[in-house]
């Protein structure tokens, strides 16, 4: 334990959140300080309009345990995860959303499965949900995409609630909207040793949902990206090769296909 300054890391990237974050970083410290321990909580505010970097500001200077890291412009979830995974210090790394919809009281359980059950990675599972038709709908048919490509049998690929064992974001990168995928990419670096974990959902109690449309389009080209790598990253040759091949039959065929027309018009136009 030594190695490691902290117990936990708490990785929470927000966007437009300044309502909620007094409150979550309070039911943190409660929960955590409770069971003795030792933790810091890396908010990363996401290009934020409303007043979220200054809340963070005074909560940090009101708390040592808080650090606040701050984008000039709106990268997306998977930037904001993959700088608090370079700055976080603990032993295991919990991410969780800033909406007030994950529970900090799954953070301890979370934590032991990770130092004593020595998973590598636990990911939560959002049995009942307080999300509109618009995004579960979406979320079901990402989960079970990625489930049939992955063979991660996983039901909640995209909860916000996870946690590593810290070699795991350490050895991972991640972009676009690949963190829904945080799980198959920890896989691919030889980290099998997957779980999950039922957690409770709350009613969204400030603010709107950030999920839109072109998030589910780019999670599709994301998922296809991946499908495209997780299968023939190590031999992409074998990918050409198919394809070529493929290619060559179609040719033929429509040669064949082209020859044996211009061999029956002529013969019919002989007549």
């Not at 936990?8 to 007094?22: D, F, K």
């Amino acid at each position: 334990m030594a190695a490691f300054p902290v117990e936990l890391s708490i990785v929470i990237p927000l966007l437009n959140e300044a309502e909620s974050l007094p409150e979550l970083t309070r039911w943190i410290a409660r929960v955590l300080t409770a069971r003795g321990l030792s933790y810091e909580v890396i908010l990363i505010d996401d290009g934020s309009t409303d007043d979220s970097w200054e809340v963070i500001e005074a909560l940090a200077g009101q708390d040592m345990a808080l650090r606040g890291i701050r984008f000039n412009r709106n990268y997306g979830k998977s930037a904001g995860l993959n700088v608090g995974f370079a700055a976080a210090r603990g032993r295991v790394v919990c991410t969780m959303d800033a909406d007030l919809q994950d529970s900090p009281e799954e953070l301890p359980e979370l934590y032991r499965m990770i130092t004593e059950d020595r998973y590598d990675l636990v990911s939560g599972w959002k049995q009942k949900r307080f999300d509109p038709l618009s995004k579960t709908i979406p979320t079901k048919l990402f989960n079970g995409a990625t489930r049939a490509i992955s063979g991660i049998q996983l039901h909640d690929f995209n909860c916000g609630l996870k946690a590593y064992d810290q070699r795991v974001v350490k050895a991972i990168e991640i972009y676009g909207e690949m963190h829904r995928y945080i799980p198959v990419i920890a896989k691919w670096n030889g980290f099998n040793k997957i779980g999950e974990k039922v957690v409770q959902h709350q009613e969204r109690k400030y603010g709107v949902t950030k999920f839109g449309l072109e998030r589910f389009i780019y999670g599709f080209l994301d998922l296809a990206s991946i499908t495209f790598v997780s299968r023939f990253r190590r031999r992409p040759m074998h990918f050409f090769g198919t394809l070529g091949t493929l290619s060559f039959f179609i040719g033929m065929l429509l040669t064949l296909w082209l020859t044996g027309e211009k061999v029956w018009l002529s013969l019919h136009n002989l007549r």
